[in-house]
């Protein structure tokens, strides 16, 4: 029995993969579910004071979720990082007061423009997965983490310092350039509204969203913040395995004169392709085991639960009417 099976999410299927270098796409398609509002309706308005994040809700019938971890990094301003998920009714502004600044020394509020919006890294992800430090209200809880995920880097040399800024990674040319160059790679296939995210063939995460818009709205910011920089630093770090998982030659089928014919090649390599990779995925993913599954709050009728599970890892399952919309977990 699978993950999705056991967190009772139906009608989950896989799409075409997606490899890069060492990360691997498994795209997860399906039907939206749920009602909540759309993306655009979720708005981050400031920080009301170091370690609380406001965030508005303009629909005027459905509630909004807040992605898991997301970070708000401004100018002039301290950076701030939700310490999990959040969920605004509709019409209504929430503020979340156990947010984390994720710069150890710049003072300033964020307002509502100019702003870089990502998901944390998988490693700073999981430092918040502990429930007494997620829901502490002690704005400097991460610092420590930062400081301890940005040491060796190059980012962090060129600074000379220890001091826990993240945005020090991102800001830094050459992290920048290849997160955007990543961001472009991986592009949303039809019906996907998730993904299965591996590094060297080792599956490092699985995220589900409520609707396809939700993913296109949201999947950059976790393929390039999350995803992608954890496996830029452990590749400088020296800490990432050669890929096990090598994407087909299409080279032969790129040669072919007729657009259609090509186009439908490359569909039926990638197919076989896939088909291979789910035997090997499947069985990973069904060796995940949940070790524990915390209430974490309730929202008219959405409620956030914590999973954690046997090998450290975990995230926000978030569930309307006792029926599962949303799935943010690192491995």
Known sequence: MSIFDRLNFSNIGMGDVQSVDEMTIVPLVGPDRGNVAPPQALQFQRTSGYGSMVFENTDSTRPAIVPTHTQIRGKGAQDHAMSGSGVVMQLQTQTFRD???IESSQGGYLRSADNDEDVLPITLRKALLNPSKR?????????????SWLQGLKSRMSRGSRRSHLRDFYDAPEYKEALETFAAEFEPVDGQIGAIIMFSGIPVGIEIMPSTYHWEAYWQKLIRGCYGAEMIRLKQLGKLQPSTLIMPDLSEANSMENPIERANKIKEILSVFTEHLKSEVIPLIEQIVISDSRHISTDGNLNTELILTD?????????????????????
Do not use: F, M
């Open 99 to 101: 947010a984390c600044c």
């Open 135 to 147: 829901t502490e209200h002690a704005y400097d809880k991460l610092w420590g983490d930062i400081s």
């Open 311 to 331: 090998n450290g890892g975990g995230g926000d399952l978030i569930l309307q009417d006792s029926k599962p919309i949303y799935l943010s977990l690192v491995l």
